[in-house]
């Protein structure tokens, strides 16, 4: 709380000093996503952006574009409106893992909303329930610490139980609260604060207060104080993601899922095709979309 006082006093008296109220962060410390809501709030501030990378590797990222801007006479760098840059899990690469490993596998005519069927079921994600567990690797991998979409676990925010069952599944401490992803057409209503062009939560680098209806229907994703983390998706930046969650809205009038990182704890997110099977096996998950193909644990 303290940090996060200080660093909002600075800000305030350099905002009013120097007449600005857009804002750009990176380093560790913005990794604090409730500092960026208090941020966001400032009176004098109307809008922040966070790198995505916002640790060393923003900074790093932001010296080099530095240079570059000096090198070509004052070039600004346009906004990167998604952070797919890296390892591309495709249909190739996937055939080969999944036929080396044995998997029986399935490549469905509709995934999205196959998956979107498994995630719905029982409405609810209680294991009794029917609820579903499903894993993504497909496309290529975000840069950064966040996973979004393309190296993504998902699961029903209906239910609060599935945070112990993720948890105990993934090796994670109790305290690490989980964040949904929401499609751009309906966070408003769950996330009142959220505008637009507030292009930072497209990245999940900010908390917002929850609304009642994200409270009854997202109870999972909001944490203790009532707050979330959302990535907000538009169906442009990944059309194949945005699409399993826009059929979950239309089977259950919920619009939002669990979205959290495909990797045990204290372990890599994974990158490769053959990295996503091992960590579907070694959590037992209930199923795993692997670029246009489809595998699902046979006890399930």
């Known amino acids: 709380?303290?940090?996060?006082?200080?660093?909002?006093?600075?800000?305030?008296?350099?905002?009013?000093?120097?007449?600005?109220?857009?804002?750009?962060?990176?380093?560790?410390?913005?990794?604090?996503?409730?500092?960026?809501?208090?941020?966001?709030?400032?009176?004098?501030?109307?809008?922040?952006?966070?790198?995505?990378?916002?640790?060393?590797?923003?900074?790093?990222?932001?010296?080099?574009?530095?240079?570059?801007?000096?090198?070509?006479?004052?070039?600004?760098?346009?906004?990167q409106p998604h952070v797919y840059l890296g390892t591309e899990i495709n249909r190739e690469t996937a055939l080969a893992a999944l036929e080396k490993s044995g998997l029986a596998y399935s490549e469905p005519d509709n995934l999205s909303y196959?998956?979107?069927?498994?995630?719905?079921?029982?409405?609810?994600?209680?294991?009794?329930?029917?609820?579903?567990?499903?894993?993504?690797a497909a496309g290529k991998m975000e840069y950064g610490p966040r996973a979004l979409g393309n190296r993504t676990v998902m699961a029903s925010c209906q239910d609060k139980a599935i945070n112990q069952w993720l948890n105990e599944k993934f090796a994670r401490t109790e305290f690490m609260p989980f964040a949904p992803v929401i499609i751009e057409e309906q966070a408003q209503a769950y996330f009142p604060d959220w505008r637009e062009d507030h292009v930072a939560a497209r990245f999940m680098t900010l908390t917002y207060d929850a609304s009642a209806i994200a409270q009854k229907n997202i109870p999972a994703a909001v944490h203790v104080d009532n707050t979330a983390r959302p990535q907000v998706i538009r169906r442009v930046d990944n059309p194949d993601y945005y699409d399993i969650i826009n059929d979950y809205y239309q089977l259950t009038g919920v619009a939002s899922v669990i979205n959290t990182s495909f990797n045990m704890h204290e372990e890599p997110i994974v990158r490769t095709a053959e990295e996503a099977i091992?960590?579907?096996?070694?959590?037992?998950?209930d199923a795993l979309i692997l670029d246009s193909f489809l595998i699902e644990q046979a006890s399930n």
């Not at 091992?278 to 998950?285: G, H, P, V």
């Open 1 to 79: 709380a303290y940090t996060e006082q200080l660093i909002c006093n600075w800000v305030q008296a350099q905002a009013q000093k120097l007449q600005f109220s857009k804002l750009a962060l990176a380093g560790g410390v913005f990794a604090n996503v409730k500092l960026n809501q208090r941020l966001l709030a400032l009176p004098e501030i109307d809008n922040i952006y966070v790198h995505p990378n916002m640790g060393d590797g923003g900074l790093a990222t932001g010296a080099a574009y530095e240079v570059y801007s000096r090198l070509q006479n004052g070039l600004i760098p346009k906004l």
């Open 114 to 136: 196959t998956v979107a069927k498994l995630l719905a079921a029982g409405k609810v994600v209680a294991r009794a329930a029917g609820g579903k567990v499903v894993a993504r």
């Open 278 to 285: 091992q960590a579907f096996q070694a959590a037992q998950l």
